[in-house]
């Protein structure tokens, strides 16, 4: 489903990613652990070729792109199998929630308006937005934007989704929703890619869990072995941190 093959990745001579070599089989749910700087966000980017690696081959579905040669077309129909939940909802301030989930679908998919409307709306609906289709941004809080960013990530129906820490921006009172969305997504078998901070949800939800620091994967293992029997001293020093600052 998705395969990465020795992929690397710098920032102005700082090696962000080292080598990575990673597979991911349809309906996992796989989530990114680690310190700051550790290449999680780079790594969803990669993904959806958001940021260019400076070497490796990513393949996810049908699609596959070698960073030492590709074309506009390699590019499209790699993006063509994801879709991105971003911290901050980069929604569009000036439209309003349905059209903020209709765009893409009228200009990219090129689907006619009234059944980009019809799909809008259900999905809307799905995630709990149905009653704010005429609303915009800026008169939501930050928990229904979110949902607004799920929803319009599943209108393209994406074979996968990833998410970049899609909890950080919000007040803790919206967390449980959003994180709730979620889980009702990864029920239904979306193959998922997480990066997230919340250790109660990740452990509930994951599948799998990777940790990473310094660019490198250190750990791949289940939730209850990761937690209860992690192999990496480094991975067992972060969650006890985390644990720590939780309580």
């Known amino acids: 489903m998705i395969q990465l093959e020795n992929v690397s990745k710098s920032f102005k001579g700082t090696q962000v990613l080292k080598n990575i ?3 991911i089989n349809q309906g996992e749910v796989v989530t990114l652990i680690g310190p700051s700087g550790a290449g999680k966000t780079t790594l969803l980017r990669l993904l959806n070729w958001l940021e260019v690696p400076d070497s490796g081959r990513i393949t996810i579905g049908d699609a596959a792109i070698d960073a030492a040669k590709f074309s506009k077309q390699d590019v499209r129909c790699l993006r063509g199998q994801s879709s991105m ?6 929604l569009f301030k000036n439209k309003t929630v349905l059209e903020n989930v209709t765009e893409s ?17 259900r999905l809307l609906d799905r995630v709990g937005m149905g009653h704010k289709l005429h609303d915009y941004p800026s008169n939501l809080s930050g ?3 979110q949902r ?6 599943l209108a393209v129906d994406p074979k996968v989704m990833l998410f970049d820490e899609p909890t950080s921006a919000l007040d803790p009172e919206w967390v449980g929703e959003i994180l709730h969305v979620i889980k009702q997504i990864a029920a239904q078998g979306m193959t998922m890619i997480l990066v997230s901070h919340e250790m109660r949800f990740v452990r509930s939800v994951a599948s799998r869990i990777i940790f990473l620091e310094n660019g490198e994967l250190v750990e791949d293992s289940k939730p209850k072995e990761l937690f209860e029997n992690s192999k990496s001293v480094r991975t067992q020093a972060f969650l006890q941190k985390l644990t720590y600052e939780e309580e």
């Open 105 to 121: 679908l009228i200009v990219v998919s090129r689907i006619k308006p009234s059944e980009a409307k019809e799909k809008a709306v």
């Open 148 to 153: 607004v960013g799920i929803a319009r990530a």
């Open 21 to 23: 070599n990673l597979t």
């Open 85 to 90: 939940v971003f911290q901050h909802y980069n």
């Open 143 to 145: 928990g229904q934007q």
